[in-house]
DNA sequence: CATCTTGTTGCAATTTAGTTGCATTTATAA
DNA sequence: TTATAAATGCAACTAAATTGCAACAAGATG
């Protein structure tokens, strides 16, 4: 991957904060700076490369978040969207894989709302 | 609710079949019975009366599925996708609410991919 | 340092899911 | 049978995501 200054502003973003961030939230904050297009192609990209991981929320809109180890595995863990501050985030919490009788179980996403610790405190 | 003539070939759909159905497929298969907006709003209708309940899917899709009981708050229990024979649904068992440190969980999904008992037998 | 190669980007057009407003139709109660 | 409110069809629209292609630029090579 080429180090293009798109990439870098992307990449400086998912330091910044740990919360799963959408898609649109980075083409809007980004408008001036890259094309949706361009964010887009980056994040598929990150993901390839296991930098980051997505899920779909509880809108229907894609949302990447950073992964703590590289690793080409999606990460199993709780996505938790809290209810006052709109904030989605990755609890850092191993599920272990619901064993299902006559199941196979391969990928596991779990997708939950509430309120969370800052909202509480 | 009147029962329409839409409304009861949507009605026989759920009934045929325990699957969740997505609204796409539903749109598809009724184009020349039915308008789309019909199919969402019979949907819409449906799910607040209590005989269905709804989810997105891994691709970012809507589907509904019958519920066991008549009841207006969500089921809890995950969504199962096949990737072989790729038909989503319910499965059956009650997924406790995960409890975490400092945070107050409301609403809970659990969506997993693999392979059913179907497609392994 | 100059130049070449190819990965990357911008842009415009397109696809697809889902929504809305309004005129028309139809189930059903009176 | 008729009135009326619910339901439908249609066309236009919004918003997320994708695609093709020409132009650009990172960084490897000489």
Redesign the interface.
Known sequence: MRKTKQLKLLLNEFNQKEDAISIVELVNKFSDKMNKTTVYRILDRFEKEGILHWF???????RYAKNKKKSNTKEVH?H?LC?DCGTTSC?P?N?KL?S?P????????????????KC??
């Open positions: 779909i929320d509880n809108d229907g809109l894609k709780p938790f209810e609890i919490i599920i619901p299902i006559e199941y196979i179980i391969k990928t596991s996403e779990h997708f939950l709302t509430g309120q969370c610790k509480l405190s």
